[in-house]
């Protein structure tokens, strides 16, 4: 049975690259690195792992018929979303153009991968 989530993985043009993001984003210690793997440990002990994928298709947000979907996305909790928001775009993310909510924000990262900044848990 299982017991537990361990990781959850990404695909991405560089995993060094996109991982050193992650690191800036959040504070959090790289744990692996290689041209093909890196990863970093959230504090609930979960890895954030990034493999690296020849002729990666980062996904399209808002989704859309016949785009490259995304498959998931990190909800990230902030105390202050307009401060959270600002740090993402110091470290190379993008604000997605649509957004739904807010208490929330969707961001890009590097690669592409939507992530949500939320003071809601």
């Known amino acids: 049975m299982i017991q537990s989530i361990i ?19 959040s504070g959090w210690k790289k744990e692996i690195s290689s041209d093909a793997w890196a990863a970093l440990h959230t504090p609930e002990g979960i890895l954030l792992v990034f493999q690296t994928v020849e002729n990666y298709e980062p996904p399209v947000w808002p989704w859309e018929d016949g785009k490259q979907q995304q498959m998931a996305h990190i909800d990230f909790y902030v105390d202050n979303l307009e401060e959270a928001v600002e740090k ?9 153009d649509v957004q739904y909510y807010d208490t929330s924000t969707v961001m890009l990262d590097p690669a592409g991968h939507p992530f949500c900044l939320s003071t809601v848990r």
């Open 88 to 96: 993402a775009l110091e470290c190379g993310a993008r604000k997605a």
């Open 7 to 25: 990781g959850i993985a990404f695909d991405c043009p560089n995993a060094n690259e996109l991982a050193d993001f992650y690191v800036k984003l």
